[in-house]
């Protein structure tokens, strides 16, 4: 019960600060263009690289659809920590969706197995 809290909460953990990267990309973020250099999509590390007129390379985050080498995008930049995104997403949803989804139904596993244990603990006590 104990370790399907804990993985319950550092999904949701992991789900907010996803959440905080998207909000944190969208307040301080330059919206610039980019050329998209490379592309592996359907792989074991999916990627989207892009590069910016200065001649600066970097990967995105997130993107939405399937970009192709050769097109520009509108992408949302921040140097600091050189995390980029295509500017038409906040975050990717397939890391939203799991560890949300996932953090979610370990919660309501472990509320289920707390009051079938709290259900048995009574019925011991008035010796049903």
């Known amino acids: 019960?104990?370790?399907?809290?804990?993985?319950?909460?550092?999904?949701?953990?992991?789900?907010?600060?996803?959440?905080?990267?998207?909000?944190?990309?969208?307040?301080?973020?330059?919206?610039?263009?980019?050329?998209?250099?490379?592309?592996?999509?359907?792989?074991?590390?999916?990627?989207?690289?892009?590069?910016?007129?200065?001649?600066?390379e970097t990967n995105l985050w997130a993107w939405?659809?399937?970009?192709?080498?050769?097109?520009?995008?509108?992408?949302?930049?921040?140097?600091?920590?050189h995390w980029a995104r295509d500017a038409r997403v906040l975050a990717p949803k397939a890391d939203l969706w799991l560890r949300f989804g996932m953090g979610l139904w370990f919660a309501g596993g472990t509320l289920w197995e707390r009051r079938r244990y709290a259900r048995e603990e009574l019925a011991r006590r008035n010796g049903w």
């Open 1 to 56: 019960m104990w370790l399907a809290a804990s993985v319950s909460a550092l999904l949701l953990a992991l789900g907010l600060f996803t959440v905080g990267k998207g909000l944190h990309l969208n307040a301080n973020a330059v919206t610039t263009e980019a050329e998209v250099v490379d592309v592996d999509l359907g792989g074991r590390s999916d990627f989207v690289r892009v590069r910016f007129s200065s001649g600066q």
């Open 64 to 81: 939405t659809g399937s970009p192709q080498v050769g097109t520009t995008m509108l992408v949302d930049y921040v140097e600091d920590p």
